[in-house]
């Protein structure tokens, strides 16, 4: 604290009369350190913080007067999924209207298969934020393996080790999986760990979405603590949560075991969306056995009625150690068959084609699953969990969310409103952390874990990565019921130096950069 209060008198110096591209006065700025806020100007040349302090004779191009708004460095959010959608909306709207100039994408397991290709065809093109990717072990094991419900074979391991090396080469900041999807969930630990390694030759972090957030979360976690320490490498943990009912507040005690592995030396941190339901695909409500193969093996399988019948005691089963009554908790997203379904619960849908009790909803589902499946909203996760794992000091603040096309389908509110929801529920009303806490865990702590070595910072030489706001008027807009509504209150982002939200909207400048691994920017 001594040093960063010296540094602050020294920064507080007239630098005399320089000259810059960018001039912010009368900040209340936040470095993004966790460290009290100090009055300041921010001066910006060459896409990048020249000098911060008193610059009360400094000339620039443009000067805004910040009228004591917050200046922090751009969010970095690190649990995204943006393959599908970022080339038909480049600009990511969703996302710099939240504040985020950086995401980390591929998580989960599921990445492109070749992330060298991919980073020249945005390079290419543009983008409106700073894009990394991991390389995930479900897109690679698919290349070798297709969705084969088996262990590897020496050979297929050696290839997708390959795989691993050549994605870490072109850029990947580190491996993912994802161990509750198809086909990673076939996997075992063995095979993780050896896929790791190959990432962990090149500095690479492992993140991982857990074999299970519920029953067996403990075992999921020694899991992961276990590849970390095999493979020697940091460990973020994706979208840290407890999603069985019967489990809510058990919190403490996943939180306290991340603790125990940081006390043995291994580098676990976790992130976090701040909200009480998760969205992924329908087919997490099936028997991962059932998936195996692709679409054509499942609808064979459900067209046998014994098979059949087994999936439906299974899929009961399955809801019962979730502690619910029935599917009333799950939403439909988006199923392109028929967007009619979108924001309606299984439940409501069943009782709409006059489908009585679980047995019902699960034809429902089938049925639904029989066409092409459905992106889904899931109510699993309880309010104490939540802000137990927000006030963590190891907890990043990420969406799990994607960039979104406005208006189409009913996604989770996360992809528009994370980083205000969190400024604004948990910092200004509840008061769960405070707000230089809140941004730390949008800015360094995910910087320092994925190796962003100028950015996630307010600092002299840094990229000029900046969010400038009014703590008091930020204000998250997207609620389940209409998601397509942006943040409120983030007035000036810029990206590498450049505007790319104007007066809270977007200018459609892309000034974004691939953030390749050890690229150093």
């Known amino acids: 604290m001594v040093l960063f209060f010296l540094w602050a008198i020294l920064t507080a110096i007239p630098a005399g009369a320089?000259?810059?591209?960018?001039?912010?006065?009368?900040?209340?700025?936040?470095d993004g350190s966790g460290n009290p806020w100090f009055r300041a100007d921010i001066g910006i040349r060459d896409g990048r913080v020249a000098a911060i302090g008193a610059l009360p004779d400094a000339q620039a191009k443009r000067t805004i007067d910040?009228?004591?708004?917050?200046?922090?460095?751009?969010?970095?959010?690190?649990?995204?999924?943006?393959?599908?959608?970022?080339?038909?909306?480049?600009?990511?709207?969703?996302?710099?209207?939240?504040?985020?100039?950086?995401?980390?994408?591929?998580?989960?397991?599921?990445?492109?298969?070749?992330?060298?290709?991919?980073?020249?065809?945005l390079e290419q093109s543009g983008v409106g934020l700073n894009v990394s990717s991991l390389i995930g072990h479900n897109s690679v094991r698919r290349e070798v393996m297709g969705t084969a419900n088996r262990h590897a074979t020496p050979d297929e391991l050696a290839q997708m080790a390959d795989l691993v090396s050549r994605n870490m080469r072109e850029g990947a900041v580190g491996f993912s999986t994802g161990l509750i999807y198809i086909p990673g969930t076939y996997s075992n630990t063995e095979e993780v760990v050896a896929l790791a390694k190959a990432a962990a030759q090149?500095?690479?972090?492992?993140?991982?979405?857990?074999?299970?957030?519920?029953?067996?979360?403990?075992?999921?976690?020694?899991?992961?603590?276990?590849?970390?320490?095999?493979?020697?490498?940091?460990?973020?943990?994706?979208?840290?949560?407890?999603?069985?009912?019967?489990?809510?507040?058990?919190?403490?005690?996943?939180?306290?075991r991340i603790d125990q592995a940081r006390a043995e030396g291994i580098d676990v941190v976790v992130d976090q969306y701040p909200y009480e339901r998760s969205s992924t695909n329908l087919g997490i409500t099936l028997p991962s056995w059932a998936l195996a193969d692709g679409n054509d093996q499942l609808l064979a399988r459900l067209r046998d009625p014994a098979t059949r019948a087994r999936v439906v005691r299974?899929?009961?089963?399955?809801?019962?150690?979730?502690?619910?009554?029935?599917?009333?908790y799950a939403t439909v997203a988006y199923h392109a068959p028929d967007h009619s379904l979108e924001g309606?619960?299984?439940?409501?849908?069943?009782?709409?084609?006059?489908?009585?009790?679980?047995?019902?909803?699960?034809?429902?589902?089938?049925?639904?699953?029989?066409?092409?499946?459905?992106?889904?909203?899931?109510?699993?996760?309880?309010?104490?969990d939540v802000e137990r794992i927000l006030r963590y000091p190891f907890t990043a603040v990420a969406?799990?969310?994607?960039?979104?096309?406005?208006?189409?389908?009913?996604?989770?509110?996360?992809?528009?409103?994370?980083?205000?929801?969190?400024?604004?529920?948990?910092?200004?009303?509840?008061?769960?952390?405070?707000?230089?806490?809140?941004?730390?865990?949008?800015?360094?702590?995910?910087?320092?874990?994925?190796?962003?070595?100028?950015?996630?910072?307010?600092?002299?030489?840094?990229?000029?990565?900046?969010?400038?706001?009014?703590?008091?008027?930020?204000?998250?807009?997207?609620?389940?019921?209409?998601?397509?509504?942006?943040?409120?209150?983030?007035?000036?982002?810029?990206?590498?130096?450049?505007?790319?939200?104007?007066?809270?909207?977007?200018?459609?400048?892309?000034?974004?950069?691939?953030?390749?691994?050890?690229?150093?920017?």
């Not at 200004?428 to 874990?449: G, H, Y």
């Open 66 to 121: 910040a009228a004591g708004r917050v200046a922090a460095p751009g969010f970095i959010d690190v649990h995204t999924h943006v393959e599908s959608t970022l080339e038909k909306v480049p600009t990511a709207d969703n996302y710099v209207l939240d504040g985020v100039t950086t995401i980390v994408t591929g998580n989960c397991g599921g990445s492109m298969a070749n992330l060298g290709e991919w980073f020249t065809k």
């Open 399 to 521: 969406s799990d969310g994607g960039v979104r096309e406005f208006g189409v389908g009913m996604p989770h509110p996360r992809s528009y409103g994370t980083n205000a929801r969190v400024l604004a529920e948990y910092v200004r009303t509840r008061n769960v952390i405070r707000l230089e806490d809140a941004i730390r865990r949008m800015t360094s702590l995910p910087a320092r874990t994925f190796g962003f070595r100028d950015r996630g910072l307010l600092r002299a030489g840094f990229q000029a990565d900046i969010v400038l706001f009014d703590p008091g008027r930020v204000q998250d807009k997207a609620t389940f019921a209409e998601p397509h509504q942006y943040s409120e209150g983030f007035d000036v982002v810029l990206v590498n130096g450049v505007a790319v939200v104007e007066d809270g909207k977007v200018t459609g400048a892309r000034a974004g950069r691939i953030l390749r691994h050890n690229s150093g920017s």
């Open 202 to 256: 090149h500095r690479g972090v492992y993140a991982t979405h857990m074999r299970d957030e519920g029953e067996r979360v403990m075992d999921a976690i020694a899991e992961a603590v276990h590849v970390g320490r095999e493979a020697g490498m940091r460990v973020q943990v994706s979208h840290f949560k407890i999603d069985n009912r019967r489990l809510w507040g058990m919190s403490e005690k996943t939180l306290a």
């Open 314 to 328: 299974e899929m009961e089963a399955l809801l019962r150690s979730l502690g619910h009554k029935d599917y009333s």
């Open 344 to 384: 309606k619960t299984i439940a409501r849908i069943a009782q709409a084609k006059g489908r009585r009790g679980v047995r019902g909803q699960i034809q429902t589902i089938l049925e639904i699953m029989e066409k092409g499946g459905a992106q889904m909203v899931y109510h699993s996760m309880g309010d104490e």
């Open 18 to 30: 320089q000259t810059f591209d960018i001039l912010i006065r009368n900040a209340r700025l936040i």
